[in-house]
Each structure stands twice: as structure tokens, then as C-alpha cells.
């Protein structure tokens, strides 16, 4: 008789004896729990895990659902996989590219033979419709990683080949369905009939996939247009294809071909002068006397800032920098939030009628003292600091309210020039792995909290969540309000931070929950090659989380 393993269900705070070998899955059908929506993987010894998984001996699950991160991004990831196998069976040969996170879904890039059409997208949309109604199983093989290199090889996968030459693992997980064979980074679903719901429109020259909104999982996300924010994708894009990167495995293949200084080179011009066209566009418009300048945690905007003020200096502007935090109300004034702490997030943190009292006054040509904020006192104060505004002079405003109208409500639009600054990940790990912006800014935020605010990757983790609420709260339904984007996203990036991040990353202990998302980031990190930071040059926006800028924060 064999010897039965221990679960520890979190979900029920009840232990369940099952056979060695048993799949999540299974114990998940034994447990009977009763989950709001259905589990479709599991935290493992805080590991995220697939169903398919198995164990072999004791073992502490707790069930996710699609409300989680982990079980939205499983979900992405398998309607991905029924989207590219579909359009494989449509039309052949083809090209599928899971590309842009845009107006709450991804922007598919399609190369079918023929521009995408309104009857393309309908066909695609009914295949995923038939392959789902189906009720498929998503196989789950583990092989060695050269032999999947072989496989697809043969299957003209290009992207995936690079990839996983350039991983160095022993042994590779492929999925497939119907004998559709592919890879994909992190866990996946066992059944295509749990893909209850999903959209698929003609977008721009492609497609747009929408998925289930994490927040209400029986609506899709809103379909909100996005023009700027898809414009500066494909602008990236412009500058990927001058470098010649478009996925991780390129990126890896120029560091090992000793194009590394010319890449940073060259990315760093190319960020540079979009800066510089900004400051260009701000000084052709006669009349601009407020520069507002937003963007989420760890976009880079204090140094977009730095940068930008530097270039309106060529341009004969003389930038004056006010800083919003000095507009904070007094403590006990400050809204709460939903659990009764204060909000410090909350516009109305902010002493709106003073700011704009006082913007107002600068635009007539008065002087005015600024406030100064006494954090420790939590009160507002005079900092006995006088301005009085010159002709040549600019108030350059940053912080994450910049672009919300609320903010300068009473200055009159044609004084006001707003810029985005988000760090906008566009390269891809394959054509069908996204890397997701936020875990882009994480990385950074990772890295800068420890460095300057001597705060663990594990607490960075941990409040990230808040962070990300505020932000969606906050800061992105103002982001196409915008007169202009600017992406801080350095396409060498990620290698240069990996050397930074990985020490950290290593530093989460196993028994808590936030190792989940440190195994899961350390695990991405592997794909890829690192750049050493002393060929990073100080003025790089980089630096502003690395340490080591010529600018002063």
C-alpha cells in the first residue's frame, strides 16, 4: 500500500491525505471547495503551480482564482495559445505576435499573407469559439530543452528557439493542444472550456484580444481608446527595428556578439531625442507657462524632469520647479481611504484652491511665497521662499496627479503642456510571451527602495498591489489627456537591472506569500543576459535607480 501525502488547504484551513503523484487538479476535485469562481492553479509552498502539477509529498495549496494576478495571467496566457492556434489553422503559413497591452487587452499583430480584415477578425473569433466549445485538453510535457529547441526548429517557431538556446536549462515545459505544439512562460490552464470569455476585435491593422476584467471576471474590460498610448508603442517599435531587437533572445544574441556599447549607444540617443523634441514642440507653442509632467511608480518621470528641463534650457526656457508635496493639507484634513487610513494617493490630499490661487497669481506676473510641507508635524507652513515668474521662465509641476484636470482646474488649457511618462516594455520574450510593463517599473522599484529607502524586495512586493490600485485609480484613466508620451523604457534594460534585482529577489524568504512573486520575477531574470552598469552612462535614466547619476534628487 502506498504511503498517502498531506495537503494543507489554506483555502479551508483543512489537511487532505492523497496518493503520491496526485495532480492539483485532482486534489482540487477531492476538496470540493466552494470558490466564488473556479480555481485555476495554486499556490504551492508559495510557488505558483499549474493544475497539471503534481506531488509527491506534503505540501501547503492555496487555490487561485481568476481575481488573482497569477490566475488572470494563466488565463491570458491559454486564450493566447487557443488565438495562435487558431489563426494556425486558419491560415497557413502565418505569424502570430502577442504585442502591446492596450485598452484593456493586447494588441495582436497578425501576418496572414494579406492586410487583416473585419471578415479575418470574425473567422479567428469563431475558431477560438469552436476550439473552446470543444472542451480541449492543454497537454503538459517536460523535455529536454534540446529537444524542444529541435521541435521548433522544424515548426519555423524562430523566437522560441533563440529564447530557449539562450536559457541554459536542462529540461523544458511545452503545451500543447490537438498536437499544437508551444512554449509559453509560466503556468497554464488544463482545459480550454475554462475559457469562458473573451473578445476579439479589428484593431488599427491587427487584432485586439480582451479579456475578462480582474475586478468584475464576468465583464471584459472596457474598450477604452488609446491612440497615444498605442502611438508610442509602435514608435518603440520604429526604434527596435533601427537596433534590430524585437525579443529577449535578441537582446541575448547582441550581447554575445559584442554589441552591447553600441546598442546602449544608440538607445540612449534615440531616448535623448525624443526628449529634445518634446522641449522643441513645448517651445514652438508660444504661450506655455506650466509643464506638467505624470507617470505611475518608477516610470522615471523625476528624471524625464531633469532631462527635459535641461533641454528647454537649449531651447531659451528657463525651467522653475515646484514641488507638489509642499501643497499637501494639514494631516487631520486628509481623506481616508476604504479601510480608514489616510489616503495620501487622494487628490484632495492636496490643497487644490491653494495651488491654483497661487498658479494663477504667477501667471499675472505677482510674486507669491510657497508653501512648504512639515511632514514630521504633518502641517503646512510658509517656507518664506518668494517667485515671481520672468517671461523666459517656465513652472515645470511633477507628480502622479500632473495630467488630472482636477488638479489646475482654474489655469487655462493653452498655458498647460502635459507629458506621460511611463516605462513601456515592448520588447517581447517570444513572439507569444509578453513582458509586462509593470513588472518593467517592479524591478525598478525593487531596486530603488532598497538602495535609497533601505526597503526589502519583500516589503516592495507587498505594497506593490496598493500601489497599483492607486495608480489605476489615479493616474491612468488621465494618461490621454497627454500632449505628448514619452516611454523611459530602455531596451537594454533589464539586463543591466537583472545584476541589481537578483540579490534582492534571492533575499524573500520561502515562507511567505510574497516569495510567490520573487520566485516568479527571478525565474523571468533567468532568460536573460546581463550588461555590466559601468558601461551605463550617469546622465542615463537608468541611473536614477541604479545609483551613480550626474543629477541631483
Not at 77 to 101: E, H, N, Q
Not at 129 to 148: G, N, S, Y
Not at 400 to 417: G, R, V, Y
Request: aromatic share 10%.
Amino acid at each position: 500500500m502506498k504511503e498517502l501525502v498531506t495537503i494543507s488547504c489554506l483555502n479551508n484551513g483543512q489537511d487532505i491525505s492523497v496518493e503520491p503523484g496526485s495532480t492539483l487538479e485532482e486534489i482540487y476535485s477531492r476538496l470540493q471547495l466552494q470558490m466564488e469562481h473556479p480555481a485555476l492553479l495554486a499556490r504551492v509552498n508559495n510557488k505558483v503551480e499549474g493544475m497539471h502539477y503534481r506531488v509527491y509529498n506534503a505540501k501547503q495549496v492555496e487555490y487561485l482564482d481568476i481575481t488573482s494576478s497569477s490566475g488572470l495571467r494563466a488565463y491570458t496566457r491559454t486564450l493566447f495559445f487557443v488565438l495562435c492556434k487558431a489563426v494556425r489553422d486558419l491560415y497557413s503559413p502565418c505569424k502570430v505576435a502577442i504585442d502591446i497591452p492596450v485598452s484593456n487587452g493586447y494588441y495582436v499583430n497578425l501576418n496572414i499573407g494579406h492586410p487583416v480584415t473585419l471578415e479575418d477578425a470574425g473567422r479567428i473569433r469563431a475558431k477560438m469559439r469552436e476550439i473552446i466549445d470543444a472542451a480541449m485538453p492543454v497537454h503538459h510535457h517536460q523535455v529536454t530543452t534540446e529537444e524542444a529547441i529541435k521541435m521548433f526548429t522544424l515548426l519555423h517557431t524562430h523566437s522560441k528557439v533563440k529564447l530557449l538556446k539562450g536559457h541554459g536549462s536542462l529540461y523544458t515545459t511545452v503545451y500543447d493542444i490537438g498536437k499544437y505544439y508551444d512554449y509559453f512562460y509560466g503556468a497554464l490552464l488544463t482545459n480550454t472550456s475554462q475559457l469562458y470569455l473573451f473578445g476579439l476585435e479589428k484593431y488599427y491593422d491587427g487584432l485586439l484580444l480582451r479579456i475578462p476584467s480582474r475586478e468584475h471576471p464576468d465583464e471584459l474590460g472596457e474598450m477604452v481608446m488609446q491612440d497615444k498610448m498605442f502611438g508610442i508603442f509602435k514608435e518603440h517599435h520604429q526604434w527596435q527595428d533601427i537596433i534590430g531587437l524585437r525579443t529577449i533572445g535578441d537582446l541575448n544574441e547582441a550581447i554575445d556578439k559584442g554589441k552591447t556599447s553600441l546598442l546602449i549607444q544608440v538607445s540612449e540617443a534615440l531616448q535623448e531625442k525624443k526628449i529634445a523634441r518634446i522641449a522643441d514642440e513645448i517651445a514652438r507653442k508660444k504661450g506655455v507657462r506650466l509643464v506638467l509632467i505624470a507617470g505611475p511608480s518608477s516610470s522615471g518621470k523625476t528624471t524625464t524632469c531633469k532631462r527635459l528641463s535641461v533641454q528647454l534650457i537649449t531651447n531659451g526656457i528657463k525651467p522653475v520647479p515646484i514641488s507638489l508635496d509642499d501643497y499637501f493639507v494639514d494631516r487631520e484634513l486628509t481623506p481616508l481611504d476604504d479601510t480608514g487610513d489616510y489616503d495620501f494617493e487622494s487628490i484632495h490630499a492636496l490643497n487644490l484652491s491653494l495651488l491654483n490661487e497661487q498658479l494663477s497669481a504667477l501667471f499675472r506676473g505677482e510674486e507669491v511665497e510657497l508653501p512648504r510641507y512639515n511632514f514630521q508635524k504633518g502641517k503646512s507652513e510658509w517656507s518664506g521662499r518668494k517667485l515671481q515668474l520672468k517671461p523666459d521662465e517656465v513652472l515645470v509641476v511633477e507628480g502622479i496627479h500632473a495630467l488630472n484636470p482636477e488638479l489646475t482646474s482654474q489655469i487655462p488649457d493653452e498655458l498647460k503642456f502635459r507629458v506621460y511618462a511611463s516605462a513601456l516594455t515592448t520588447l517581447l520574450l517570444d513572439n507569444h510571451n509578453y513582458i509586462p510593463t509593470t513588472d518593467n517599473r517592479l524591478l525598478r522599484r525593487i531596486i530603488r527602495d532598497y538602495k535609497y529607502r533601505g526597503v526589502s524586495a519583500q516589503e516592495t512586493i507587498r505594497r506593490w498591489p496598493s500601489v497599483r490600485k492607486g495608480e489605476n485609480k489615479w493616474i491612468f484613466p488621465y494618461q490621454e489627456h497627454a500632449d505628448q508620451m514619452f516611454n523611459s523604457a530602455m531596451l537594454f534594460e533589464l539586463a543591466v537591472i537583472k545584476q541589481q534585482a537578483e540579490p534582492l529577489l534571492e533575499q524573500v524568504p520561502e515562507n511567505c506569500v510574497e516569495y510567490a512573486e520573487a520566485y516568479r520575477l527571478k525565474k523571468f531574470l533567468k532568460y536573460i543576459r546581463p550588461i555590466p552598469e559601468d558601461q551605463i552612462p550617469p546622465t542615463s535614466l537608468l541611473r536614477e535607480f541604479l545609483g551613480g547619476s550626474s543629477f541631483e534628487y
